[in-house]
T-cell receptor
Framework: GENVEQHPSTLSVQEGDSAVIKCTYSDSASNYFPWYKQELGKRPQLIIDIRSNVGEKKDQRIAVTLNKTAKHFSLHITETQPEDSAVYFCAASRGSSNTGKLIFGQGTTLQVKP | DTAVSQTPKYLVTQMGNDKSIKCEQNLGHDTMYWYKQDSKKFLKIMFSYNNKELIINETVPNRFSPKSPDKAHLNLHINSLELGDSAVYFC??????????FGSGTRLTVV
């Protein structure tokens, strides 16, 4: 069945450093790859997404890259700040399909030390 | 205005009871979902409805019964609650499976 693997499970960085989270998906028909940030006790919130016709997308300090051939995609956060501390989830789905569903990775707990 | 709202936020109940969670979205999305987040934070899809029609039912025990009276509402009824049902349940909605927006979650504790 469809599966999304996410690494690492925990990541600790110093404020100002970069953080990278990597995901691999199994369903070759997946074409939509969002990333969610979940703070403690809150809902998952969409921070950036990418579609399969694009290899890279950037929004201020956040960037996502996609390698369709290898079925890998990654989240890059530069100049990390303490408020970036949260659990980050990658996900994959068959966008535009009404039978599609968002399959999530296991999550990465990011800690940014001041 | 809250885009996806679900109630209640907290639910503490005894084993064997029946309970319901309600969800409403005002985004005009065509698809709604229930996700379960376990103690290890893993988010797993349970159901999805597209324009009131059940599309996905992910091997969830039949004690769980979703109902969608219209495109903007999706409820979840749970019969004969068990200890293992304790989790956070998130409602979500999307337009054609893009841009999922999640509700604030319902923390269910079965004692």
């Amino acid at each position: 069945g469809e599966n999304v693997e996410q690494h690492p499970s925990t990541l600790s960085v110093q404020e100002g450093d970069s953080a990278v989270i990597k995901c691999t998906y199994s369903d070759s028909a997946s074409n939509y790859f969002p990333w969610y940030k979940q703070e403690l006790g809150k809902r998952p919130q969409l921070i950036i997404d990418i579609r399969s016709n694009v290899g890279e997308k950037k929004d201020q300090r956040i960037a996502v890259t996609l390698n369709k051939t290898a079925k890998h995609f990654s989240l890059h956060i530069t100049e990390t700040q303490p408020e970036d501390s949260a659990v980050y989830f990658c996900a994959a789905s068959r966008g535009s399909s009404n039978t599609g569903k968002l399959i999530f990775g296991q999550g990465t707990t990011l800690q940014v030390k001041p | 205005d809250t885009a996806v709202s679900q109630t209640p936020k907290y639910l503490v109940t005894q084993m064997g009871n029946d309970k319901s969670i309600k969800c409403e979205q005002n985004l005009g999305h065509d698809t709604m979902y229930w996700y379960k987040q376990d103690s290890k934070k893993f988010l797993k899809i349970m159901f999805s409805y597209n324009n009131k029609e059940l599309i996905i039912n992910e091997t969830v025990p039949n004690r769980f019964s979703p109902k969608s009276p219209d495109k903007a509402h999706l409820n979840l009824h749970i019969n004969s609650l068990e200890l293992g049902d304790s989790a956070v349940y998130f409602c979500a909605s999307s337009r054609s499976n893009y841009g999922y927006t999640f509700g604030s979650g319902t923390r269910l504790t079965v004692v």
